[in-house]
């Protein structure tokens, strides 16, 4: 075999491996669009069949319907969306600016303490925060879901930080000799030049308030503030996993917004990731 | 410290006070509280009452904690190498750099994105005993293979069976590496080039310079994939709640620590027993984090060191 038939074999077997792949984590997807098209009927089928015979587009209207305040769910996920990624924008950009931009004394001992605080998982200190809210009234709002996001999460100051070392020094210098002061050269000469990594951030944030589902559990107390996440576990839970057809035509309503998303701003979400992993 | 030292200080704290705020509200005193009362019986209406170590005496008493220790272990045991091999070779097929490669490695990554509620819901249907796409893809198999060999073996009863459950949580948890993924492939193609020219010249074929080049040099890419997905795992919580419509599964084969945290929390109302399940579920992730950090070592290469 020459070395050229050898590559040619090669190349084969890894688009082979690589369609097996992808075969496998598209199917689930199918199956879900499949199942949310058919009749009632069709999904109890046996043995089950592909494809629907006769596509069910009323089966979507008719799931939003069953999910109770669908309309009212998406409203406060958004809202609740919004007002994180304001937060975490805020926020997070100051503290990343003072933990790179500025070299204070004890500065990189006080950022090994920010990471630390990424080990402490949710789980082990939320009675606290749920107590702290709870004798601030707040339970059975949507503050105790938006508030703590103006306090700079330690994982967005990482990914800011690492950003902001990147660009020049003399940047800030040639300001400060100009006279600007610090707030002036965080918000007229940083900000802009690390818009992408705040992109970044501000997606990050997007997705993790409209995936959450502890937080809206342990909070929210009534239905009509429910978020998606929420309100879909909620009526899987009422239609006692039966009406698959309408359970999998609202899972596609809840999924297919952020994949929109993810394919407009594709390159941002590939290098964040990328990032966290690789330079830190 | 000098007169700008001072300044500079100043500024520095002025500009990080929403993470100090967040780090004492958010982290330091919640972490601290619990510890106090983890101490203590405390049912919310009433004040909690100092009840010395009882809780930690019920703990080892109380065989659903140990059930739960003992499904998360098991979850995570499977779970974090399971990724992390699949993670790492679909890595290494996207790094060949053949034509279609970015459609490939879209494909992988889009599952990562599905929200946890929809894809506990989904995976629940997918694992569906009669009607799921995993058994109407396995019956065929089974079928054959029954055939063959005169045996008697059918597709599992996935969510309903105790012994298969956990596997089929394990099978939804895979679906979503596609983070590690990206992280995988960031970290292939930052591999020298040179590297893989010299082990050209010295005639290593390509399952050689994978294991004496690009894993010695992506070793703290897989350090980092693999403390992250083991902090993930510990906590698993949202997926089994929605699997199991916020239940145990079947044989309590779905109870994690953290669902049995939230339920002695917020469904039994038992906040200081809480507490101190969380303590000891922190000193394990803490304990097997440090384990990993010791024992990677000696095997995780850092250019410039």
Redesign the interface.
């Given at each position: 075999m020459t070395a050229k038939t050898a590559q040619r074999v090669?190349?084969v077997c890894?688009?082979l491996?690589?369609i097996a792949?992808?075969i496998v984590?598209?199917?689930?997807?199918a199956?879900?669009v499949s199942?949310s098209l058919k009749p009632l009927k069709e999904?109890?089928a046996?043995?089950?069949q592909w494809l629907p015979s006769d596509l069910q587009w009323e089966n979507y209207p008719q799931a939003i319907d069953e999910m109770g305040e669908f309309w009212r769910y998406t409203w406060n996920t958004l809202y609740l969306c919004l007002m994180t990624v304001i937060g975490t924008v805020?926020?997070?950009t100051?503290?990343a600016?003072?933990?790179s931009r500025?070299?204070?004394?004890?500065?990189d001992k006080?950022f090994m303490?920010?990471l630390a605080?990424m080990?402490?998982?949710?789980?082990?200190?939320?009675?606290?925060?749920?107590?702290?809210f709870r004798d601030l009234g707040w339970i059975g709002s949507f503050k105790p879901l938006w508030v703590?996001t103006?306090?700079?999460?330690?994982f967005n100051?990482f990914l800011l930080r690492q950003f902001m070392l990147t660009l020049p020094k003399e940047l800030s210098e040639s300001a400060r000799i100009d006279g600007a002061s610090?707030l002036q050269i965080?918000f007229r000469i940083i900000l802009p030049l690390a818009k992408p990594a705040i992109i970044v951030v501000a997606l990050f944030q997007f997705?993790a308030t409209?995936?959450d589902?502890?937080g809206p559990l342990?909070y929210l107390t009534n239905q009509q503030d429910f978020t998606?996440?929420?309100g879909?576990?909620s009526y899987?839970?009422q239609s006692g996993?039966t009406s698959?057809h309408y359970?999998?035509a609202a899972?596609t309503l809840?999924?297919l917004p952020?994949?929109a998303l993810?394919f407009f701003a594709?390159r941002y979400?590939?290098e964040g990731?990328?990032?966290?992993?690789?330079k830190? | 410290?000098t007169r700008q030292?001072r300044q500079?200080?100043r500024?520095?704290?002025?500009?990080?006070?929403?993470?100090i705020?967040?780090?004492l509200?958010?982290?330091l005193?919640?972490?601290l509280?619990?510890a106090y009362?983890s101490f203590h019986d405390y049912a919310v209406l009433s004040k909690p009452v100092f009840i010395g170590t009882e809780n930690y005496s019920d703990m080892l008493a109380d065989e659903l904690f140990w059930k739960s220790i003992w499904n998360t272990i098991y979850f995570a045991a499977i779970s974090i190498p399971l990724n992390l091999i699949i993670a790492l070779f679909?890595a290494i097929?996207?790094n060949?750099d053949?034509p279609g490669?970015k459609i490939?490695?879209?494909?992988?990554?889009?599952?990562s994105?599905?929200?946890?509620?929809?894809l506990?819901?989904?995976?629940?249907?997918?694992l569906?005993g009669?009607?799921?796409?995993v058994n109407?893809v396995l019956?065929p198999i089974t079928d054959t293979a029954n055939a063959l060999f005169g045996s008697d073996v059918a597709p599992p009863n996935w969510l309903v069976d105790p012994e298969f459950a956990k596997l089929g949580l394990i099978f939804a948890s895979a679906?979503g590496v596609g983070?590690a993924v990206?992280?995988?492939?960031?970290?292939l193609q930052?591999v020298p080039r040179t590297l893989y020219e010299a082990a050209d010249l010295d005639g290593c074929n390509?399952w050689q310079k994978t294991w004496h080049v690009t894993l010695p040099i992506i070793s703290p890419?897989i350090y980092?994939?693999g403390i992250m997905s083991l902090?993930m795992s510990?906590?698993v919580?949202?997926v089994p709640?929605?699997m199991t419509?916020?239940q145990e599964g079947p044989g309590r084969s779905l109870l994690f620590?953290?669902t049995y945290?939230?339920f002695n929390?917020?469904e039994n109302w038992r906040?200081g027993y809480?507490?101190a399940i969380?303590?000891i579920?922190?000193l394990i992730?803490?304990a097997l984090?440090l384990l990993a950090t010791k024992v990677s070592e000696r095997h995780i290469y850092y250019a410039g060191k």
């Open positions: 090669q190349t890894i688009y491996m690589l792949g992808a984590f598209i199917s689930p997807f199956w879900m199942t999904t109890m046996m043995p089950p805020i926020s997070s100051l503290a600016y003072g933990f500025i070299e204070w004394p004890g500065r006080t303490l920010v605080t080990m402490i998982p949710f789980p082990i200190i939320m009675v606290p925060i749920f107590l702290v703590p103006f306090f700079a999460g330690a100051i610090e965080c997705m409209w995936n589902f502890l342990i998606l996440s929420l879909l576990q899987q839970s996993g698959w359970l999998m899972s809840v999924i952020v994949i993810f594709q979400f590939i990731i990328a990032t966290t992993g690789g830190g | 410290m030292e500079r200080l500024t520095g704290l002025m500009f990080i006070s929403p993470w705020v967040g780090f509200v958010l982290n005193y919640p972490f509280s619990s009362l679909l097929l996207l060949f053949l490669k490939f490695r879209t494909i992988y990554f889009l599952p994105l599905v929200p946890l509620v929809c506990g819901v989904l995976w629940r249907w997918l569906n009669q009607l799921g796409l109407t019956r679906w983070n990206v992280i995988f492939l960031a970290g930052d390509f890419v980092f994939n902090i510990f906590q919580f949202a709640y929605v419509d916020g620590t953290a945290i939230f929390a917020f906040m809480a507490c969380g303590l579920l922190f992730i803490l984090t």
